[in-house]
């Protein structure tokens, strides 16, 4: 029995689409349940493609609304870093089972996690039905003392992962930063990463300062630094990237990295620049977009914070044409980066989609992508499916108000609520 839609809208057509086996077996004007077929009807909603965060702290969830409105190093290492040291595996469990909840709602199918006891976050990501790539930070504090028990707690959580997470929750590295990784663990990582086939997340120039301080210690800025330890690849994902300049995007898309910029997150931490998207495209780096942390954000809603890309691109260039609505789409769909595996929505492809809402105020009248990007938020999702099984269904979701109250006991616990 597979998941079939009856009646939904694709590019102004009614159209049917059946499921099979995680990955849809057919779409088009014809196709038809079968008979043990689990139906959806679609009459009154839109197909689109799920959306993929490229880069968030999904455990994160339980500091929603704890120490707002700080300087970045002040909110960091005064108020969330001490906490952090606390939370157990149940902690970052429920909080990304939250933060599940909220993607869910809100038409992300597939994101890009970095948090600590990455382990419980896949654990939650399998249980919550949706995919993520998911990997504990590495933090020596550029140190090589501490080198070597990092990347052994590394190596670890990697297994931790697998044996948690198995097939929709991958296991990935997540070095934590030019400024609190060694040239070592640097190394270590690029090595382990290619030898065994797993994907690296890193913040990379968020702030001037981390430039300024690069430059002064190794005499070069963070992007060459990271190629100079091996760590600019097709299978890298940089957060962040506000303070990159020409000669580093050239580098970077001649190593084949993605960006993953986070407009939103980088505006409430007020980091004073804006990531040079434009630029970034000229030279074809891959780009993908990040709500960031649900501290430092607070939303995880990426249809908002595509809004947010597109107008602050625009903003900066003077040019109101200078980004496009189904640019902006495809950004937030994963479709701009090979890395981060948006599909079409065709035969052939994962079962990975949503049925939007057709008929509600904030998509009539117009096209579907710009009323998606500029007039509606997340809340226009009534149906998400991930490999083929629905984990909302008419603005549902299973089992949320459990996760809700679990995730509020644990911030309460944490003293963060
Ligand atoms: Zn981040």
């Given at each position: 029995m597979g998941l079939a839609i009856r009646d939904a809208t694709l590019d102004g057509a009614t159209v049917g689409l059946r499921c099979e086996d995680g990955m849809i077996a057919a779409l088009g004007p014809d196709v038809e349940p079968g008979p043990d077929d689990d139906v959806i009807?679609?009459?009154?909603l839109a197909l689109a493609p799920g959306l993929v965060n490229?880069?968030?702290?999904?455990?994160?969830t339980l500091f929603?609304?704890?120490?707002?409105?700080?300087?970045l190093m002040e909110w960091l290492e005064e108020n969330i870093w001490p906490v952090e040291k606390r939370m157990s595996d149940d902690d970052v469990y429920w909080g990304t089972r939250l933060a599940c909840v909220e993607m869910i709602r809100s038409g992300t199918t597939s994101f890009w996690d970095m948090y600590w006891h990455a382990h419980a976050a896949a654990r939650a990501v399998e249980d919550a039905g949706v995919r993520a790539v998911t990997a504990a930070p590495l933090i020596d504090d550029d140190d090589e003392e501490k080198s070597e028990r990092a990347c052994s707690d590394a190596a670890r959580s990697l297994d931790e992962i697998a044996e948690h997470?198995?097939?929709?929750?991958r296991p990935g590295f997540a070095p934590h930063a030019p400024y609190t990784v060694s040239e070592r663990s640097l190394r270590w990582v690029a090595e382990t990463a290619v030898e065994r086939g797993i994907p690296v997340q890193i913040h990379l120039s968020e702030t001037e300062g981390e430039v300024e301080a690069c430059v002064a210690k190794h005499g070069m800025r963070p992007a060459a630094w990271l190629d100079h330890c091996?760590?600019?690849?097709?299978?890298t994902i940089l957060a962040?990237?506000?303070?990159?300049?020409e000669a580093e995007l050239e580098l970077i898309a001649e190593r084949g990295a993605t960006v993953a910029t986070n407009p939103v997150a980088n505006m409430k931490l007020a980091v004073?620049?804006?990531?040079?998207y434009l630029a970034a495209r000229e030279r074809g780096v891959a780009v993908g977009l990040g709500t960031d942390g649900p501290g430092s954000n607070?939303?995880?809603d990426l249809l908002s914070d595509a809004k947010a890309f597109a107008l602050i691109q625009k903003h900066v260039a003077g040019d109101?044409?200078?980004?496009?609505a189904e640019e902006t789409f495809d950004i937030a769909a994963g479709r701009r980066s090979e890395l981060l595996?948006?599909?079409?929505?065709?035969?052939?492809?994962?079962?990975d989609f949503l049925l939007v809402r057709a008929g509600a105020p904030e998509l009539?009248?117009?096209?579907?992508i710009p009323n998606l990007v500029y007039?509606?938020?997340?809340?226009?999702?009534d149906t998400t499916v991930v490999a083929g099984r629905a984990l909302m269904r008419s603005g549902v979701v299973e089992g949320a108000d459990e996760v809700v109250a679990r995730a509020r006991e644990r911030a309460q616990g944490l003293g963060l609520a």
């Open positions: 009807d679609g009459a009154g490229a880069h968030t702290h999904a455990g994160m929603r609304g704890y120490a707002d409105d700080l300087p997470g198995a097939e929709r929750a091996g760590m600019l690849g097709p299978g962040h990237g506000v303070w990159l300049d004073g620049g804006v990531f040079p607070n939303s995880l109101p044409a200078a980004v496009t595996g948006g599909t079409a929505l065709a035969a052939g492809a994962p079962a009539a009248p117009g096209e579907l007039a509606a938020s997340g809340s226009i999702v």
